[in-house]
Structure formats: structure tokens, C-alpha cells
């Protein structure tokens, strides 16, 4: 099936920092949601990104829809210790035809030293 | 206002016996799924359900059923657990019209 290569798997970092993390495939996708997850909870949506291109900001979150729309970029700004979890992308491709099924990267895990 | 609720939140069963894994969603969304997630390995789709009434399998469905009883609720069963079906369960909708997927808190399910 699809695959989305997300990178890196994770991320050992010092509070304050910013972060970033992608996702790439090799299908044009026309989706692409980012998700966190904290320990012992369901994933949960953080941005939904729809047009190439596209730049989204959620306080300290940025993500981007990549131009070639194989790509999709998140960035979180000056750290703390809450972003520690799991974040996850997903995207929806023109090769599912029509269908609403996800896919989903296997996960970046955030660590944020205080 | 629950938005997607999972029952049980634990369950550990031996190797052999069934059981029923809950969801039930107060979006009034159309569409409902089931995933499970393994460590590595992200979440992957189990079956769904594109409206009441109808049921699909999605990327890892063997030795799995599913029910879509109404709009609201859609039950994953497992007739005879496997070790191999040790996993976190989730339970999600997506917004009408949209790809933007509503997840539960999960159950985390443990085959001895």
C-alpha cells in the first residue's frame, strides 16, 4: 500500500528550541493533517493543510503543504515541555480515487529537556 | 458534548476468547473507522464504515468484524483472539465533507 516517510523518528531536544519535522511521499497527495499524540490518549488534530503551497500556523505550529504536493513540512517555535508526545502526519491522495481513506506516517517522538 | 467515546479503555483476554470493542460518536458524521496502532508501525485500518449500513475492509482486516449498528456506533470484534492482535484501538470520524479525522481515547487491548 502508500507509504509516508516521515522523519526524523525522533527528537531529543532542549526547552526553547524549535523544531522540525516532514513527511514525503511518492504520490501527489491533495491532504495533508498533522496530528499529536500524548501518552495514553487518541491522536489529535493539529492542522489541516488542502492547496500547494499552502502555510498554516497554530500558535507555535507552522505547517506546510509542499509545492510538488509529495511533501509537507511541521515546525513548532521555542519549545516546552507540553509538545512532548508523538506527532503524526496523514495525507489523502488522488491515487485512493475519490476515496476518503488516510494515510499515516509512522510518527515523530518529541522529547523536550527543560 | 463527548465527541467519540471508546469502551472498554483495557481489556487483557487469553488467547482463544471474543470480545467486543465499543465506539460511539455524537458528530452526526456520516463515515466512521477503525484503526490499530503497533509500536513502528503508525496506524493502519482495520475496516470503515462510509455510512450506516455499509461496511469496507481497509489494510489489516483478517481475524476482525465489524458492525455499523447506527449512525452513531460501530463495534470491532474480535471472535478468537490472537497474541497478534495485542494492539491500541482507535476509533475515528471524519468531518463530513472532509479528510479531518475525529479520534478516540482508545482501547488498549492485551492477548496472553
Known amino acids: 500500500g502508500q507509504q509516508l516517510n516521515q522523519s526524523p523518528q525522533s527528537m531529543f531536544i532542549q526547552e526553547g528550541e524549535d523544531v522540525s519535522m516532514n513527511c514525503t511521499s511518492s504520490?501527489?497527495?491533495?491532504?495533508w493533517l498533522w496530528y499529536k499524540q500524548e501518552p495514553g490518549e487518541g491522536p489529535v488534530l493539529l492542522i489541516a493543510?488542502?492547496?500547494?503551497?499552502e502555510l498554516t500556523s497554530n500558535g507555535r505550529l507552522t505547517a506546510q503543504f509542499g509545492i510538488t504536493r509529495k511533501d509537507s513540512f511541521l515546525n513548532i517555535s521555542a519549545s516546552i515541555p507540553s509538545d512532548v508526545g508523538i506527532y503524526f502526519c496523514?495525507?489523502?491522495?488522488?491515487?485512493?480515487?475519490?476515496?476518503?481513506?488516510?494515510?499515516f506516517g509512522k510518527g515523530t517522538k518529541l522529547t523536550v529537556n527543560p | 458534548n463527548a465527541g467519540v467515546t471508546q469502551t472498554p479503555k483495557f481489556q487483557v483476554l487469553k488467547t482463544g476468547q471474543s470480545m467486543t470493542l465499543q465506539c460511539a460518536q455524537d458528530?452526526?458524521?456520516?463515515?466512521m473507522y477503525w484503526y490499530r496502532q503497533d509500536p513502528g508501525m503508525g496506524l493502519r485500518l482495520i475496516y470503515y464504515?462510509?455510512?450506516?449500513?455499509?461496511?469496507d475492509k481497509g489494510e489489516v482486516p483478517n481475524g476482525y468484524n465489524v458492525s455499523r449498528l447506527n449512525k452513531r456506533e460501530f463495534s470491532l470484534r474480535l471472535e478468537s483472539a490472537a497474541p497478534s492482535q495485542t494492539s491500541v484501538y482507535f476509533c475515528?470520524?471524519?468531518?463530513?465533507?472532509?479528510?479531518?479525522?475525529?479520534f478516540g481515547p482508545g482501547t488498549r487491548l492485551t492477548v496472553t
Open positions: 493543510l488542502y492547496k500547494a503551497g
Open positions: 464504515s462510509a455510512s450506516e449500513g455499509t461496511t
Open positions: 475515528a470520524t471524519p468531518r463530513t465533507d472532509s479528510y479531518e479525522q475525529y
Open positions: 458528530m452526526n458524521h456520516n463515515s
Open positions: 496523514a495525507g489523502n491522495s488522488f491515487a485512493q480515487g475519490g476515496s476518503e481513506k488516510l494515510v
Open positions: 504520490s501527489i497527495f491533495n491532504t
